[in-house]
């Protein structure tokens, strides 16, 4: 479910006309909805009832502070993967406790900002950087709460790209080797050892996968457990898909996915973590874009907008589907004809969709990107010096600008020409 709906043959945000944000702000632009975001997040922590818990939302899928503010007004924790999502919610007004720093490639740097600002804890993915952890606390005079993540080798039926679970993905330790490494950890005077980490893959659209790891999980705890650490949290990472287009199956509900973790994993009287980003912020976004030019080649048309590859490059990076449709309504029965749609970048790659049945379409109109409020403007790019497009958060019947579209010289002025030129 989600906030963008058609009123009287006109697409709103929420209370808002989007060809109204259009207008004030340009093309192209992201736009969030508050009340799609605070509803999935809801979701996951009424999932979760009855049991402690907390929700760290997943930076990475989205990280203007402006929608972190939102989530940590609910109650939400954050999970970081560098030291800049880390002060991103920090500025936001998260509190250290609060914030959970996965990643495979933390810097000592990295470490040291966030033991000197506060940290719940470090989800820990390797020797080398475990070491390195205790180092860094030694040398500050503290001690680093850690869970370490494991791979249980789960194929989480997902993108090749976006799966992380396997034995020979780069992420986490093998847990056939589990017992070993929470034994080191044990013995290093600047680590605590509260928990375990896991996390298979995201966009998942089943629930089996999980619960194969889940199970893993079950049993690596009441075996470390009997081995004398004391295991009060398990982080369970993300991961739930959401449906790229309305005519798809809908993956599993939060519901669903609460109840299998209390079944799996409820009688070890964990703290349980969870790490969403893709289904609380994908479809609490849109991208509004203008068609510049409808051209006819051989043997198909294209529609050229203003948006392009760097402003969205899910579709090129991994063949990901958007519903595209337009602001204005079609009528009822509209002949359907099949476009490619792209952008002005050049590269052949910068194609959102081939042969997409569209309605009637013109220069000038506007098109719609459904589901891309999730590594969407968090992935862009200034290619082809193109601006960083505008990012607007709907609240009701208000919106605001929350990330300002630079103008050409601010984008030139960063460049520094050497004395020499």
């Known amino acids: ?38 509803r999935h997040f809801r979701l996951f922590d009424e999932a979760l009832e009855g049991m402690p818990h ?4 997943a930076m990475k899928a989205a990280s203007n502070q402006a929608i972190l503010k939102t989530l940590s007004a609910l109650g939400a ?59 860094v606390a030694v040398e500050m005079g503290k001690v680093a709460p850690i869970t370490v993540r494991v791979n ?13 679970g396997k034995s020979e993905n780069k992420f986490g330790i093998p847990i056939s080797r589990a017992r070993e490494v929470y034994a080191e950890a044990a013995t290093m005077p600047g680590l605590q050892v509260i928990g375990i980490d896991v996390h298979i893959g995201s966009q998942l659209t089943e629930l089996e996968p999980f619960r194969l790891a889940y199970q893993k999980v ?10 004398g650490h004391d295991i009060q949290r398990l982080d369970l990472g ?8 309305r005519s798809n199956e809908a993956p599993p509900l939060p519901t669903e996915y609460g109840s299998l973790i209390k079944e799996t994993l409820g009688h070890l009287g964990c703290e349980i973590e969870i790490e969403p980003g893709r289904l609380v912020a994908g479809n609490a976004g849109i991208m509004v874009s203008e068609v510049i030019y409808v051209k006819s080649g051989e043997g198909r048309n294209f529609l050229i907008l203003d948006g392009a590859m760097n402003d969205l490059i899910r579709p090129a990076m991994y063949d990901a589907h958007h519903d595209i449709i337009p602001v204005i309504e079609p009528t009822a029965g509209a002949e359907q004809t099949p476009y490619d749609i792209v952008g002005p970048v050049c590269e ?36 082809n010096t193109r601006p960083l497009i505008p990012e607007v958060l709907v609240h009701e019947h208000q919106f605001a600008v929350i990330r300002q579209r630079p103008t050409f010289d601010e984008m030139i002025n960063r460049d520094t020409i050497p004395e020499w030129l």
């Open 218 to 227: 079950a049993e690596l705890t009441e075996t470390l457990r009997a081995d």
């Open 348 to 383: 052949s790659g910068d194609t959102f969709a081939k042969q997409r049945m569209m309605p009637p379409v013109k220069a000038g109109d506007l098109l719609v990107f459904r589901s891309a409020g999730a590594y969407g403007a968090v992935m862009s790019s200034e290619y």
């Open 77 to 135: 924790g954050m999970d970081v993967v560098s030291g800049g999502e880390y002060a991103r919610a920090i500025s936001a007004g998260v509190p250290g406790e609060k914030i959970v720093f996965s990643g495979i490639g933390k810097t000592r740097d990295e470490m040291r900002i966030a033991l000197a600002g506060g940290i719940r804890q470090f989800n820990v993915e390797s020797e080398p950087e475990m070491v390195a952890l205790n180092d």
């Open 1 to 38: 479910m989600d906030h963008f709906n058609y009123r009287n043959g006109e697409l709103f945000a929420e209370d808002v006309p989007v060809a109204e944000i259009a207008a004030q702000v340009g093309t192209p632009f992201y736009c969030y909805s508050t009340a799609t975001l605070e």
């Open 238 to 245: 993300g991961g739930l898909g959401i449906p790229y287009t």
């Open 152 to 164: 249980p080798d789960v194929d989480a039926k997902t993108h090749a790209k976006i799966a992380t």
């Open 54 to 57: 907390l929700v760290c939302y």
